[in-house]
């Protein structure tokens, strides 16, 4: 498993606008990954709150990177792909908010059948922005589609 930093730098060269927009990577382990983006003028909307595709990015990285973890795990090469996305803003994004998915069990299975049964599975992960105070800024659901390389 690598580092929050080694996950940044990875985001500095293969992924620059998260990194530009200020998303980092906290915190990853088998059963979750936080993200955490501050509410900056590179990444605002013009109502002064942070625009909602930065959250989106931050919200799909913390997904995609527990998702990715656990396919390394797997010692399998899959293909992964959003299929869908569902998004709700309960807050206006100031300050820093955290993105945190939690599902690494759920991920974990979904991957144990598509390895038992060789079909392509599909799965949705959730991540919830939280602003400095606790409060519930986000929600976005990815429906993740994987499929096993032969």
Same mark, same amino acid.
């Given at each position: 498993?690598?580092?929050?930093?080694?996950?940044?730098?990875?985001?500095?060269?293969?992924?620059?606008?998260?990194?530009?927009?200020?998303?980092?990577?906290?915190?990853?382990?088998?059963?979750?990954?936080?993200?955490?983006?501050?509410?900056?003028?590179?990444?605002?909307n013009p109502f002064k709150s942070m625009f909602w595709a930065v959250q989106g990015m931050a919200a799909e990285l913390s997904?995609?990177?527990?998702?990715?973890?656990?396919? #390394?795990?797997?010692?399998?090469?899959?293909?992964?792909?959003? *299929? =869908?996305?569902?998004?709700?803003? @309960? +807050?206006?994004? &100031?300050?820093?908010?955290?993105?945190?998915?939690?599902?690494?069990?759920?991920?974990?299975?979904?991957?144990?059948? #598509?390895?038992?049964?060789?079909?392509?599975?599909?799965?949705? *992960? =959730?991540?919830?922005?939280?602003? @400095? +105070?606790?409060? &519930?800024?986000?929600?976005?659901?990815?429906?993740?589609?994987?499929?096993?390389?032969?």
């Amino acid at each position: 498993m690598k580092s929050p930093f080694q996950y940044n730098l990875y985001n500095f060269f293969k992924l620059p606008s998260v990194w530009w927009c200020g998303i980092r990577v906290k915190s990853v382990n088998e059963e979750s990954c936080l993200v955490s983006v501050k509410h900056r003028w590179i990444n605002q909307n013009p109502f002064k709150s942070m625009f909602w595709a930065v959250q989106g990015m931050a919200a799909e990285l913390s997904t995609g990177l527990l998702l990715m973890n656990e396919i #390394a795990r797997t010692k399998k090469s899959f293909s992964m792909l959003v *299929l =869908n996305n569902k998004a709700n803003f @309960s +807050k206006k994004a &100031t300050g820093r908010i955290s993105f945190s998915c939690d599902q690494g069990r759920q991920i974990k299975e979904c991957l144990n059948k #598509a390895i038992s049964s060789g079909t392509p599975q599909t799965i949705w *992960l =959730n991540s919830c922005g939280l602003d @400095s +105070k606790g409060d &519930t800024v986000s929600k976005f659901s990815f429906e993740w589609t994987l499929k096993l390389r032969r």
